[in-house]
């Protein structure tokens, strides 16, 4: 199955979620089952929660080769907004063309 995934959870959220289950874990058997149990009340699967804590413990503090979370946004933002200017010159350079061709159907009165 392929489609567009989104974030639904803002970014303060799921660094609060990761807190959480730091915080939470020896509550529980397992880290597993401290993310199983926050998981069901924040509203989110289990993995998409083990997941956010995989990248804050390990590639957000520099223990493993990976984009941090931050660059990661700030890249996908500078992409949205790179694909938008193309997309506004694209349109600017379609209509400059339409107007050069206007331009010399028109008649010139002496």
């Known amino acids: 199955m392929t489609g567009k995934t989104t974030n639904k959870f803002s970014p303060e959220v799921r660094a609060r979620a ?11 058997r397992s880290r597993w089952a ?6 069901a009340k924040i509203g ?4 998409t929660l083990h ?8 590639i957000d503090s ?8 931050e660059m990661a946004e700030k890249l996908k933002a500078l992409e949205r907004e790179n ?9 600017l350079r379609e209509a400059s063309a339409y107007f050069a061709t206007a331009e010399l159907d028109r008649r010139f009165k002496p």
Do not use: W, Y
């Open 44 to 47: 989110c699967m289990p993995q």
């Open 34 to 39: 401290a993310m199983t149990s926050i998981a």
């Open 51 to 58: 997941d956010l804590v995989k990248r804050s413990k390990v």
């Open 18 to 28: 990761v807190r959480i289950v730091l915080d939470h874990a020896s509550e529980h």
């Open 83 to 91: 694909r938008e200017l193309r997309q506004a010159n694209e349109i």
């Open 62 to 69: 520099g223990q493993r080769a990976g984009v941090p979370t």
